[in-house]
Every structure is written in C-alpha cells, then in structure tokens.
C-alpha cells in the first residue's frame, strides 16, 4: 500500500512542491516504525530527492521556492514537523532549516539494514546511498578541529549526526565485502581519512570531559564515547581481511591508529561510566585483533609501540613496551575473573553478606524476596566474570598473533 503510493511517485523530485510533500510523508512515517514498510523503490525515491537537494545547505528560499503557494506548503510542513517533535518523535529534526533534502536524509538515518533486510546493503551501494552518507560524515566532521576544539551546541550536533551515520555505515558493512571495498576506496579512502580523524579527537577530548553518568547521553563526554563507540564498530567491519587479502588491515599503518587505539584500550576507560568500560576494551581489542591477523606489517607496529605511562593522560610519555602492557592487563583482567568466581561462589554456599538471609519462619514475601536479590547478584557476579575472562582471552589472542613466527619476541 505505502510502497505502492511511493512508487507512484517516482517524478516527485521533478516539482519541488511535491517533492517536499513526499518527503515529509516519508520522514512522517519513519517516525512510526510500524507503517514503514521500505523496498528497493521507496529507498530509490527516498535517495533521489535527496540527491536532488544535495546543494541546499541554506533554507528551501535556496531552491527557488519563492511564490506563494510553495512559501504555504514550505509552512504547513514545518508545523506538522514541530507537532511531532512536540511528542517527543523527530528530536534531531531541525525545523528551522526544513529543505526536501534535510527531511530524506532524516529519513534514511532512521532505517537500519535489520530493519529493512539484507537487500538494503546492496542496494545502498548501488543506488548511491553509501556516497551520500560518507560525504554527510565528511562534511560534519570538517568542522572538528584535531586538538583545539570549542565544543559549541552546533559542533556537538554534528558529531551526533556523524553518529547517526556510522550506525547505518556499520549495518551495511557487517559481513558485506563488496561494501567493505566500496568504502575504502571511496574517493581515495576519504572515509577511512575522516574516520581515523575523529578517532584521534575522541581518544584526546574524552579524557578531558570525563562522564561516569550512564545515563548521561548530552554533555561532551557522553556524545565524544558514543561517536568513538559508533567509530570502533565501522572501523572493525571495514579492517576485517578476506580470503587472506590484506586490504582493510592497512588500516593499521595509517599515521598513528596502532597508537591511539592502543591508548584508547589502554587508558580511556577510566574516563566512562563503569558499565561501558568492557565495551570499549572489548571493540578496541577486536579491531586490534583485526588488524594483525593476517598483516605481518602491523604485527611489526605493535611489537615496537610504546605504552602510554600511567600518570600521563595522553601520549607525551612513553615508557615501557605496549606489550608489556598489555600482558599486565591480561593477569589483571585474570584476578579480576577469579575474583568474582569466588564471588558467585560465596552467594552460592549462603556466604555472601550483601543479602541477608530471612529467619525460617519469616513471611513467604521475604523468603522470596530473597531469592530475587540473589539470582539478580549471581547474574551480575557471572556477567563482570565472563566480561573479564573475554578481555584476558582477547589480549591472549592479540599476543598470540603478534608472536606468531616471531622468536625475537618470544
């Protein structure tokens, strides 16, 4: 029904009034996942209206939308976009700026491949679609200085946006090597430039506006940690190698990656929220892993980085071997595991003091209250536990690649 009207109108972006009425009906129903039902002809509509106001940076009073009746419909659609974001839906959605482009971009960030099915991956591509959200992520991400940045409400609203657009970068390259390649050689790599970039900036900046709110999702930390998460996860897609083909682990001898993704493994966790610590530790270690599986030159570049010092908060100090490093932290990640082993233990033999154990004769209420708090600590001792084991047996694995073959190291 809804894909059958799209496809019906398929000449939108050739009239702008009905092409910014088909794109708010669009954006409108990507806001309510229930009614969106997407196939090849919506995303190519959907793609072609954004292509055909891909230079409208400004207001629609750009693309020539001056006479009356366009100034109404340019309106009528502003108010029904503030209605929505006045109940909570559309809260990226700036409604000072609406322009058909804006509201097809909104709409495509708000679709995954999960959601649409694995066609969407290939079909970004070959409509187009990856293009405009690389060159989205560039265009934001320009903005970013490397090191002086002024965190202003604009700039932060960038990186969310670059944000939203890993995400869908990360959907679409998940087991998909012809979106993989794509990418990496896109306009001579200016993805993989934009990427180690931003990663570099996240890996500086976090330190300094540490967030330990979990719940914290707005401040320049929060927003800096979800860029880098979102960073992580493309990068690791993309340097994963096929058929025994080094491609995307060339990654690891761009200027400074080994370095910072080792510092960011290394020292950033102590600057989030503790349940996000494994996250990054974990997504760093992947891609570390990524990275030396198959390419002797970056197992070389591991073996030779120097670890960041423990009172240093970014690389101006440089002591000891990052494999020393990261052989402290696997013993630690170690005890850690045993440590909360004996934990779950302690709960299991009715050692453990954080819950009281209720008098045999007590109300059945407490009795059951009992074993609720108990089963909810044994399911949080034994996630901490399988969280420690997975980074000690990650960092072995990372060891274990980086010494293949190599008996100067061993």
Same mark, same amino acid.
């Given at each position: ?37 997407? *196939? =090849?002809?919506?995303?190519? !509509? ?5 292509? /055909? ?6 207001? $629609? +009073? ?100 670059? *944000? =939203?657009?890993?995400?869908? !970068? ?5 087991? /998909? ?6 990418? $990496? +050689? ?122 960041? +010092? ?101």
């Amino acid at each position: 029904t809804v894909a059958k009207i799209f496809r019906a109108l398929q000449d939108a972006t050739k009239d702008q009034s009905l092409g910014m009425c088909t794109a708010t009906v669009m954006f409108v129903l990507s806001q309510d996942r229930l009614n969106m039902d997407l *196939d =090849r002809d919506c995303l190519e !509509l959907m793609l072609n209206l954004l292509e /055909n106001d891909t230079s409208h940076d400004q207001a $629609l +009073d750009d693309c020539g939308l001056t006479d009356h009746q366009l100034q109404k419909t340019r309106e009528r659609v502003i108010q029904l976009c503030s209605e929505i974001k006045s109940q909570g839906a559309a809260k990226y959605l700036n409604t000072d700026n609406i322009t058909v482009g804006q509201l097809a971009m909104e709409t495509l960030l708000s679709l995954t491949s999960a959601r649409a099915g694995e066609w969407f991956k290939e079909e970004m591509r070959q409509l187009g679609g990856l293009d405009h959200i690389v060159r989205t992520v560039v265009q934001c991400c320009n903005h970013v200085d490397s090191m002086t940045n002024v965190w202003s409400p604009t700039l932060i609203d960038r990186i969310k946006k670059v *944000d =939203r657009c890993l995400r869908i !970068l990360e959907n679409v390259t998940i087991q /998909n090597e012809e979106n993989n390649v794509y990418l $990496l +050689d896109f306009e001579n790599g200016i993805l993989i430039d934009t990427l180690i970039r931003m990663f570099k900036v996240c890996d500086y900046e976090i330190p300094l506006y540490p967030s330990y709110d979990e719940n914290d999702k707005d401040s320049i930390g929060a927003v800096l940690r979800e860029c880098l998460t979102a960073n992580l996860k493309v990068l690791i897609n993309l340097s994963h190698d096929s058929n025994q083909i080094t491609h995307g682990s060339k990654i690891g001898q761009k200027d400074g990656v080994i370095d910072t993704t080792l510092h960011i493994f290394l020292k950033v966790p102590e600057y989030v929220p503790h349940d996000e610590k494994f996250d990054i530790m974990f997504l760093t270690l992947t891609l570390l892993i990524n990275l030396v599986e198959i390419n002797m030159e970056n197992r070389k570049l591991i073996a030779e980085a120097k670890a960041p +010092d423990t009172s240093d908060v970014h690389h101006d100090s440089m002591k000891s071997f990052a494999i020393e490093a990261l052989v402290k932290m696997f013993f630690q990640q170690e005890e850690l595991a045993k440590t909360e082993e004996k934990k779950t233990d302690e709960i299991l033999d009715g050692e453990n003091k954080q819950t009281e154990k209720p008098a045999k004769d007590a109300p059945l209420k407490a009795h059951t209250q009992y074993i609720e708090e108990t089963i909810a600590l044994l399911v949080e001792k034994a996630g901490q536990n399988m969280q420690h084991t997975m980074i000690a047996s990650y960092i072995a694995i990372l060891l274990g690649y980086i010494t293949m073959d190599d008996k100067v190291i061993n």
